[in-house]
């Protein structure tokens, strides 16, 4: 029977090249951290050699080496604008932060549950009455839904966090001498202190809210009202100052209502306002 020599059927690792050693065709070796194979029989051709070599594995681009980027227990491993960065571990309680796309991370105390508060204000008005008769419709000052009440004064906030909880309040006496009048109150802010720029109404009772019919008459009040939430829910900006002042409204009839009558004893008799600022704990 003929003998068919099919010489080698598989690959021959050789270890390491040796520039003495004779090479076979499917012979493997290493060499400059990449793998070859045999292509021709040769001695002393390196690897990079294509008449006699063929690479089966070259070497990748190296990597971070995170066992030297990392050094001590608790460390946390990110990446910056270049590359593998080590933050140190932080201190007991304190919660990794995001700053946002375009920042790093960092250790902060985070939010604790905790509210603080941070700022409390009041004024009372103790200037004339403010007797209001028909009036046009609208919300600039003096209109239906902007009647200044307050005189020159305001409530100063800033609020620190987007959650930071605020509760306003107000009282304001009035009088309403004859029948079919109605009116109400309000809270407002606005970045400038005489109310011109980025007005905002984030509460009013509405023009029906106080008032009599057709047998009223002769009228004296003291109406009270509050407010209370988050600086986001009322489109307050963290960072950004605020003032706040009460308003009234007055509906559309011609019979007056004198807001701020002032039967009574005391600095806040006519008008007052209040405000409490609780800060978010972050």
Not at 129 to 150: F, L, P, Y
Not at 186 to 192: I, L
Not at 263 to 282: I, Y
Request: include cysteine.
């Amino acid at each position: 029977m003929a003998i068919i020599d099919l010489g080698k059927v598989s690959i021959t690792w050789r270890g390491a090249y040796n520039g003495s050693t004779a090479y076979t065709p499917k012979d493997a070796v290493s060499y400059q951290n990449a793998s070859y194979i045999c292509t021709a029989n040769t001695t002393g051709n390196l690897p990079t050699d294509t008449s006699y070599w063929n690479v089966m594995a070259a070497k990748g681009v190296d990597g971070t080496d995170v066992g030297t980027t990392l050094t001590t227990q608790g460390d946390i491993l990110y990446r910056d604008g270049s590359g593998l960065q080590r933050l140190a571990a932080g201190t007991a309680g304190q919660v990794l932060l995001s700053g946002g796309a375009g920042a790093n991370v960092s250790w902060g105390s985070g939010f604790d549950g905790n509210y603080k508060l941070h700022h409390v204000e009041r004024y009372s008005y103790t200037g004339s009455s403010i007797s209001v008769g028909s009036v046009s419709g609208g919300e600039a000052d003096g209109q239906k839904d902007c009647i200044v009440i307050s005189g020159s004064n305001y409530l100063t906030i800033t609020p620190a966090h987007a959650d930071d909880y605020f509760r306003f309040e107000a009282g304001v006496s009035y009088y309403i001498p004859s029948n079919n009048a109605y009116g109400g109150l309000g809270f407002m802010t606005s970045t400038a202190t005489n109310f011109s720029a980025n007005r905002n109404f984030f509460f009013r009772s509405g023009q029906h809210s106080m008032g009599n019919g057709t047998a009223g008459g002769d009228e004296y009040n003291f109406e009270w009202i509050h407010w209370a939430g988050k600086a986001s829910e009322i489109g307050l900006t963290a960072g950004t100052t605020y003032y706040a002042r009460t308003i009234g409204q007055k509906h559309s009839t011609s019979n007056t209502i004198i807001f701020c009558a002032g039967n009574g004893n005391g600095n806040d008799r006519q008008h007052f306002m209040q405000l409490q600022h609780w800060k978010k704990q972050t």
